[in-house]
């Protein structure tokens, strides 16, 4: 059988064009670490992405284990993704110099068997691989998104001012205005290695959660 890829399924989840468009979000379960700061300084972030790959990857590979997961299927692992907010739950695009007031929800989503007993085996496979790293900090949780506009940004991640613009501005003449709370966030999606890919070619996907304007 093919290793099923959740991006290559779900494209219009996904791989958006670079014209926003509205899609419905079902429930998705995913690994989650919640923290606050600069992503690009925060010793906490490196370690939450680390842990969250470290969880994933476990899971994965946990077929060549002697429990196998009830239903597993091979895949490739999701791609990293962020809520991001601040305090005043407004988010515009425009964090220069607010990257420290970030509050953020790191996460990659799982496959379906993944149940609170696989996640908690893996989290005792990876103690056991990486002593020092700390599980608790994640939880297995099942998020569902909604009603959200998106689009696909090209570009470095200091730059998605413009990008959040348009997506803006495509929200408003569609009749819907965004509505941020919970978990409903300002998301992002990364399809880009940053340490492999030029800054002008990263390809991140840019989605906000919408509800009809009352005026419409």
């Known amino acids: 059988m093919a290793t099923f890829d959740f991006k290559k399924a779900y494209k219009d989840l996904y791989l958006p064009s670079t014209k926003p468009c509205i899609v419905d979000v079902p429930k998705m379960r995913f690994i989650m670490v919640n923290g606050k700061g600069d992503p690009n300084t925060s010793p906490f972030y490196k370690e939450a992405v680390e842990l969250l790959y470290g969880l994933s990857y476990a899971i994965k590979m946990s077929k060549k284990g002697d429990a ?28 220069l110099g607010r ?27 990876l103690a056991k691989k990486k002593p020092g790293i700390d599980t608790s900090i994640a939880r297995l949780e099942d998020f569902t998104e909604g009603l959200c506009a998106q689009v696909m940004h090209i570009g ?61």
């Open 68 to 95: 196998q997961p009830e239903g597993y299927y091979d895949y490739v692992v999701p791609p990293l993704e962020g809520l991001w907010w601040f305090e005043d739950n407004f988010f515009d695009g425009n964090v």
């Open 99 to 125: 990257k420290d007031e970030f509050n953020w929800a790191m996460m990659i989503r799982q496959p379906e068997f993944v149940t609170p007993e696989v996640f908690e085996s893996a989290k005792m496979t």
């Open 156 to 216: 470095s991640y200091d730059d998605e001012g413009q990008t959040v613009a348009a997506l803006e501005e495509f929200i408003e003449a569609q009749g819907y205005r965004t509505v941020m709370s919970g978990l409903r966030q300002h998301h992002e999606i990364y399809l880009s290695d940053p340490r492999k890919t030029a800054p002008e070619k990263l390809k991140t996907v840019i989605r906000h959660p919408i509800e009809l304007s009352p005026s419409f």
